[in-house]
Nanobody
Framework: QVQLVESGGGLVQTGGSLRLSCAAS????????MGWFRQAPGKNREFVAA????????YYADSVKGRFTISRDNAKNTVHLQMNSLKPEDTAVYYC????????????????WGQGTQVTVSS
């Protein structure tokens, strides 16, 4: 089992930045693809970003490309999401997730989930 705990969410103004962190425990995540998803009220959970086990391959939703950066530190069993140039439409609960499969953009492909952290961007 893998336990994931997100942190770093909060309230920020449009154009601001936040850095989300995801700390894993229970087992090493070094062999897992790690992803970030978000869910706004009344909307489906959507893919934000993912990173393969080595960190060499990263993937982003078009809506965040160029503004968000996903990274990982396997030695510390952590994953980060640096979010810059935030917009009100980025407001959502952000979830960290882990998968040992090849599919990275579908939330149904992920085996383990954190409890989420709220990000609110004011206009």
């Amino acid at each position: 089992q893998v336990q994931l705990v997100e942190s770093g969410g909060g309230l920020v103004q449009t154009g601001g930045s936040l850095r989300l962190s995801c700390a894993a425990s229970g087992r090493t995540i070094s062999s897992y693809t790690m992803g970030w998803f978000r869910q706004a009220p009344g909307k489906n959970r959507e893919f934000v970003a993912a990173i393969r086990w080595s960190g060499a391959n990263t993937y982003y939703a078009d809506s965040v490309k160029g503004r968000f950066t996903i990274s990982r530190d396997n030695a510390k069993n952590t994953v980060h999401l640096q979010m810059n140039s935030l917009k009100p439409e980025d407001t959502a609960v952000y979830y960290c997730a882990a998968t040992n499969g090849l599919v990275y953009s579908l939330h149904t492909a992920y085996n383990y989930w954190g409890q989420g952290t709220q990000v609110t961007v004011s206009s």
